[in-house]
């Protein structure tokens, strides 16, 4: 559909993957004064490109500002990578190559003959050198009660849990599928896997058995470790029952650990065992196995939003580099620092920046349990006055679920210690932009808006400048290329988001579709990854991150992305959410349905509503951008990761109402129900 005879131009970002202008744009926001960042100054190309380097790249001293740095990690990319490869991770026989891809069947390496362990990388070193430093805070879902694991404590229960593995039969290279809540014991059962090779897939623990049972299958796991049950926002969540619905479909699963979690006794079936005991009968910590360069870390699902689940597959020192670097350059991490993200383990964000990122960095990373609404909508900033959090890291639709709640609930707590505000998972809509910034982080904190995706292991673009509208932005130095691979800087021009060329974090392939691999992400475009989202350039430079293309709508042979149409009516003051999809009009080709959820305090007659939106939408963007048929609706179908479900709302547009697609992933179903409803009632 979007192949390159389309006429499409190609977002390339030769300056997004392997290299990382990202990362020095954080470190620029971070080092310099934060009245810069106010939401009307503009934050000129000059700065970034002029800005200090940071102390990461002191290996590198020949390079004197960002746009020589950034022009070396192209140029030398091996030696860039490699030089940061033996510098950010512990080996146990160092790599002699960096790189070697074969463009040809998608197969890329990095470092391909060194040796290292994960585990090791993340615990054990920290461990010797600082056993004291707190490497976990337990964030449990009751406030208050929150619990610290030092890296002492976290390395004995890796190698417990190991050793409690091993003797099960796990053995390098074998599935071990993980169904636990945010805790310590989840952190310890995924380096555990690492420790003696084994790949862990990590499923979220808010599906469903089907859902469970269908990605144990995909992986081809023979062990599950769960939990008895646990609560969120005060909701008990029987684990354990659901993986034992989920296992009675799994032949293949020869052994189940259930973690006492909650203080319930233990019933165990004949195929369960306790974790807990088995773990503190473990008499010796296993060895840590000396893993390939490029021998699979993980397996990880994606959160389905476009379409069936894609079963990535990570493999060990490009991940972990691309996560360490990530971390620490993004987010400006310094020793001492509480990071505080708050995305679930089930998620690649948890994977790469609640675990691999800040151990690999000897941080303290929180584990948030809880909601951000329980037991009330302060709950974050409550939690970071507690913690004394330095980095917040949360998703879009958070900050527009807290931002109906009003002010009062950020104001009444203590939020000095934060520096930076990360965002990520979906647009950052304006309206929400300036509220994080001007009153989460007091018009004082860096606010970091992130795109990357399951597949990329890490972020690839990150975003600290305030936008007019549409707030998907990076910075200017990617490249925009025709569909010839041909740079063009034309501004105003609209594309594909590409990567030009392969950075370690990116995952190896699909786990057993090789060939779906190939065809999603370097069939579209000769010679570049395809990330399936769309962008434009400004007049300035920056990117915008437009929404999927699936989602671009053409309506009357314009073009248009669905993130800029909801940005704009995201600013009516009673508007909470809106989804924008397109569905087919005999004249136009496409014309625009339009969902909504309107704000708690939302007084004014809908019609009225309706017509302001229309004219905001005409006003800010075209007359051809105006939605021919709005619904407005109590909430709106999202994935299990808080994302909208936009292909269900297409379908619905279009009047599918019996054909939804796969909606394994889908959070809450009664939405679907009544959006369904309400769309049959309309006129
Ligand atoms: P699936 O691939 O199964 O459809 P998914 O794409 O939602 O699911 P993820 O890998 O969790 O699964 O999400 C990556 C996607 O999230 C990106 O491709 C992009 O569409 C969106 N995204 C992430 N961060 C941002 C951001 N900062 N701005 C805009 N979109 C973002
Ligand atoms: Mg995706």
Redesign the pocket.
């Known amino acids: 559909r979007y192949s390159p005879s389309s006429g499409l131009r190609i977002f390339s970002s030769t300056a997004i993957g392997p290299t990382f202008p990202q990362f020095l744009l954080a470190s620029a926001s971070t080092c310099t004064s934060a009245q810069r960042f106010s939401t009307t100054s503009k934050y000129s190309s000059e700065n970034i490109i002029s800005s200090p380097l940071p102390e990461i790249t002191n290996k590198f001293p020949q390079l004197k500002n960002y746009s020589q740095l950034y022009d070396f990690s192209l140029r030398e990319s091996d030696q860039f990578w490699g030089t940061l490869g033996s510098e950010l991770l512990q080996w146990n026989e160092p790599f002699t190559t960096v790189s070697r891809h074969d463009h040809k069947s998608s197969t890329f390496r990095w470092f391909h003959d060194g040796k290292l362990n994960a585990a090791v990388n993340c615990v054990d070193r920290h461990a010797a050198e600082h056993p004291d430093r707190v490497a976990l805070i337990w964030e449990r879902d009751e406030p208050g009660h929150e619990q610290r694991v030092t890296y002492r404590e976290l390395q004995e229960m890796v190698w417990r849990v190991a050793g409690v593995l091993t003797e099960s039969g796990v053995s390098a290279g074998d599935r071990v599928a993980i169904y636990l809540p945010v805790s310590p014991v989840a952190v310890a059962t995924m380096l555990g896997c690492a420790r003696i090779g084994a790949v862990h897939s990590v499923v979220f623990a808010g599906f469903s058995a089907q859902a469970l049972a269908s990605r144990i299958q995909d992986a081809g796991a023979s062990v599950l470790v769960t939990a008895n049950s646990s609560t969120r926002g005060g909701r008990l969540i029987p684990l354990q029952a659901t993986a034992r619905a989920a296992v009675a479909l799994c032949p293949g699963v020869r052994q189940v650990f259930v973690m006492p979690h909650s203080p319930q006794p233990l019933e165990l079936a004949d195929n369960e065992v306790d974790l807990e005991r088995a773990m503190s009968a473990v008499q010796t910590a296993p060895p840590p196995s000396v893993q390939g360069a490029e021998d699979p870390l993980f397996l990880l699902?994606?959160?389905?939003?476009?379409?069936?689940?894609?079963g990535l597959v990570h493999t060990t020192a490009g991940y972990l580099l691309y996560a360490a670097l990530t971390h620490r350059l993004v987010f400006d991490y310094k020793p001492g620092d509480v990071f505080g993200c708050v995305a679930d383990i089930g998620?690649?964000?948890g994977h790469s920046y609640v675990v691999y990122g800040p151990l690999l960095n000897g941080g303290t990373t929180v584990l948030f349990e809880s909601t951000p609404v329980h037991p009330d909508a302060g709950r974050y900033w409550e939690t970071v006055e507690r913690l004394r959090i330095t980095q917040f890291y949360g998703a879009p639709t958070a900050i527009r679920l807290l931002l109906r709640f009003g002010d009062d609930f950020v104001k009444k707590y203590d939020r000095s210690s934060l520096r930076v505000l990360g965002?990520?998972?979906?647009?950052?809509n304006s309206e929400a932009w300036r509220w994080y910034y001007d009153v989460v982080g007091d018009g004082r904190c860096t606010v970091v808006?992130?795109?990357?995706?399951?597949?990329t292991g890490g972020i690839m673009?990150h975003?600290t400048v305030p936008q007019r509208r549409g707030s998907?932005t990076v910075l200017c130095c990617a490249v925009l290329s025709d569909s010839q691979g041909k740079p063009v800087y034309d501004s105003g021009a609209t594309g594909a988001l590409c990567v030009s060329s392969i950075w370690p974090g990116i995952a190896r392939t699909i786990h057993g579709d090789h060939q779906r691999y190939h065809d999603t992400y370097f069939a579209p475009y000769a010679g570049l990854y395809f990330?399936?989202?769309g962008a434009r350039r400004d007049d300035e430079g920056y990117l915008h991150?437009t929404?999927?293309m699936d989602d671009v709508i053409n309506v009357s042979g314009h073009r248009l992305g669905t993130?800029e149409v909801e940005d704009v009516m995201m600013e009516h003051p009673e508007v909470s959410e809106t989804a924008v999809v397109g569905c087919p009009h005999a004249l136009k080709g496409e014309t625009i349905f339009a969902f909504l959820v309107l704000k708690e305090n939302s007084a004014s007659p809908q019609h009225k509503i309706e017509t302001e939106l229309r004219e905001s939408v005409k006003h800010n963007i075209a007359s051809y951008a105006v939605p021919e048929f709005m619904l407005i609706a109590p909430a709106l179908p999202k994935?299990r990761?808080g994302?909208i479900m936009r292909r269900l709302l297409r379908q619905i547009a279009k009047g599918n109402l019996e054909d939804l697609g796969d909606t394994s992933?889908l959070a809450d179903p009664a939405a679907v129900e009544t959006v369904l409803k309400l769309y049959r009632q309309m006129p």
């Open positions: 699902y994606t959160s389905g939003s476009t379409g069936k689940p894609k998620w690649i964000t965002s990520v998972g979906e647009p950052i808006d992130t795109w990357w995706q399951s597949e673009i975003m998907g990330s399936g989202d991150i929404g999927r993130a994935t990761s994302k992933t």
